[in-house]
């Protein structure tokens, strides 16, 4: 029996058991189900979906019962991804959720938590309620160590959509960073809220003199996507970039006519870490840089005068380094020395992959997908929504771990596969 037919006997087995009443005997829910009959799509849970599949969006039809309906159904923020997939158009569904290349530095995000486990304690009398994730920062307290990441597009999928992320930022007192051109959406919102202001390529002096008169507390400059990408899938997946489907939008152009190919898609490829020192003395706001993934960078950085770093993948939406951020984490916090805080993004799904950055030294936690697919499922509630479902998970792995403050949770909170028990 060769591999196909195996797969072909298999499906046809679970297609059997979905119509059997030992489906219910047996705990599958139609929804483990659908996992089983796509192990591709299973293999990729948490990443987003097998999207190189030939036609993805059979996998698992946007109405099937897996979908919530009600953001009260969301048990994790994967949840939201099923949820936005039913609401978004393909073309921006898949823009969003892939990577680019061959999606190396997408698994790579996820296969990277793998190589770490976390170490349990039992008998703490720690209940998760008592569990304190208050992470101080700059002299202000976060009531999680959380941050949304900058979306630059975000008004694509919710005219609302900056000003709804900012306020479930409020509501949820987590630190909130908004991408460029924004000033004027999150302002009415922001209201004294420290939230951070994002931008990508040559920092512009004007810009940079309006966003610290009012009063923003720190500009995130994002560094990583400096020398284009490989945007391939604009290829595969061309049928949906119709002028239909696109032209309402993005105007007769259409947004991506074409694969997007290495060099194109790039912002201010000349900068140095001249730019970086002339910026910090330029503003009086914090300069955070976002894209650090080496030591190396790391070390320049503190001697550059950077007040933080974010390692972060961008999502993964720029390189075929295959190297994941939870990956590149130990190396950047070696680098930063204690002397800056190191934040983390790209990939981080839930409590346990948020606990495993803060204890290889992270400070801070950010997602962007899982809060993007919140805010198109159910707005502001969602965004919400997600951010108490992380906390959830969070106090429930400290209480488990036997930490009951983000300040208990160091290295030997976790183990490697090689770790070497004896004392
Ligand atoms: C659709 C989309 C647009 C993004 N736009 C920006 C951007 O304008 N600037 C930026 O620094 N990062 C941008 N990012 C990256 C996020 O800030 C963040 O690094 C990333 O989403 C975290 O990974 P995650 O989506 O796996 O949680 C974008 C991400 C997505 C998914």
Redesign the pocket.
């Known amino acids: 029996m060769d591999s196909n037919d195996r797969l072909s006997a298999r499906r046809e087995f679970l297609t059997f058991l979905a119509a059997s009443p030992l489906l219910a005997f047996a705990g599958l829910t139609p929804r483990l189900l659908a996992a089983a009959l796509e192990p591709a799509q299973e293999a990729n849970r948490g ?1 987003g979906i097998d999207v190189r599949t030939e036609n993805p969006l059979a996998v698992l039809p946007p109405h099937d019962e897996a979908v919530i309906k009600s953001v009260k159904d969301a048990l994790t923020v994967m949840d939201f991804e099923l949820a936005a997939r039913a609401k978004m158009s393909p073309a921006h569904f898949y ?3 892939i990577g680019t290349f061959f999606d190396e530095t997408l698994k790579a ?1 996820r296969a990277g938590f793998e190589q770490y486990q976390i170490r349990l304690r039992r008998l703490t009398g720690i209940p998760p309620a008592a569990v304190d994730t208050s992470q101080t920062l700059f002299g202000v307290k976060w009531d999680y160590p959380l941050f949304l ?6 008004r694509a999928l919710d005219p609302e959509g900056y000003r709804n992320v900012a306020r479930a930022g409020k509501t949820r007192n987590t630190l909130t ?1 908004v ?2 051109g924004l000033l004027e959406d999150v302002n009415a919102v922001k209201r004294g809220e420290p939230i951070w202001y ?3 390529g040559p920092w512009k002096p004007e810009r940079i003199k309006e966003v610290e008169r009012a009063g923003w507390p720190a500009v ?1 400059w ?1 560094v ?2 400096t020398q284009g990408s490989n945007l391939e899938h604009y290829r595969t997946r061309q049928r949906y970039y119709t002028p239909e489907a696109c032209n309402g939008c993005h105007g007769d152009a259409g947004p991506s006519a074409g694969p997007r190919m290495a060099g194109e898609a790039s912002y201010g490829p000349g900068q140095t870490w001249n730019d970086v020192k002339r910026l910090k003395d330029f503003t009086t706001m914090k300069v955070i840089l ?2 650090i993934v080496t030591r190396d960078d790391a070390e320049l950085a503190v001697q550059n005068g950077a007040d933080g770093i ?1 390692c ?6 720029v390189d075929a380094a295959g190297r994941g ?1 939870i990956e590149s984490l130990p190396e950047v916090v070696a680098g930063a020395a204690g002397k800056i805080p190191v934040f983390v ?5 839930g409590g346990a992959d948020i606990f495993k950055a803060l204890a290889l030294g992270a400070k801070m936690v ?5 809060y ?1 697919w919140a805010l198109v499922s159910f707005g502001q509630e969602g965004v919400e929504t997600m951010i108490d479902l992380l906390h959830t998970e969070l106090r429930i792995i400290m209480a488990q771990a036997g930490t009951p403050s983000i300040a208990k949770i160091t290295k030997a909170s976790l183990a490697t596969r090689d770790y070497a028990w004896e004392r």
């Open positions: 990443q823009d969003w959720t995000n990441c900058p979306i630059g597009p975000l960073m991408g460029s994002q931008f990508s995130v994002t990583d996507y976002k894209g974010i972060s993948t961008h999502a993964a939406h951020s993004d790209s990939g981080f799904r950010g997602v962007g997908r899982p993007a």
